[in-house]
Nanobody
Framework: QVQLVESGGGLVQAGGSLRLSCAAS????????MAWFRQAPGEERAFVSS????????ALINSVKGRFTISRDNAKNTVSLQMNSLKPEDTAVYYC????????????WGQGTQVTVAS
């Protein structure tokens, strides 16, 4: 059974940094596209960033480009999201998700970790 466990959330002042991590188990991590989504209060869950299994290709939404970096370690079955220059609008529950490369849906999700950016 695939399990994704996020960590690293918390409360930070605007302009600060946090590093989210997601540890995966129960499957073939090195063949998965990994992604981060977030859900702000009153909003739907939305895509933030993804990284292909090889780590060679990444995607980021425009609002976090230049501030967030996604990376993965296939030896440790982890994916990380380094978040710098955080803004209050980054406040959300952040979710780790996984799918096989080329898949259209993300069948595996973590439980989420809260990120709160105070102004």
């Amino acid at each position: 059974q695939v399990q994704l466990v996020e960590s690293g959330g918390g409360l930070v002042q605007a302009g600060g940094s946090l590093r989210l991590s997601c540890a995966a188990s129960g499957g073939t991590f090195s063949s998965w596209t990994m992604a981060w989504f977030r859900q702000a209060p009153g909003e739907e869950r939305a895509f933030v960033s993804s990284i292909l299994s090889s780590g060679r290709s990444t995607a980021l939404i425009n609002s976090v480009k230049g501030r967030f970096t996604i990376s993965r370690d296939n030896a440790k079955n982890t994916v990380s999201l380094q978040m710098n220059s955080l803004k209050p609008e980054d406040t959300a529950v952040y979710y780790c998700a996984a799918k096989p490369d080329g898949g259209s849906q993300y069948p595996w999700w973590g439980q989420g970790t809260q990120v709160t950016v105070a102004s």
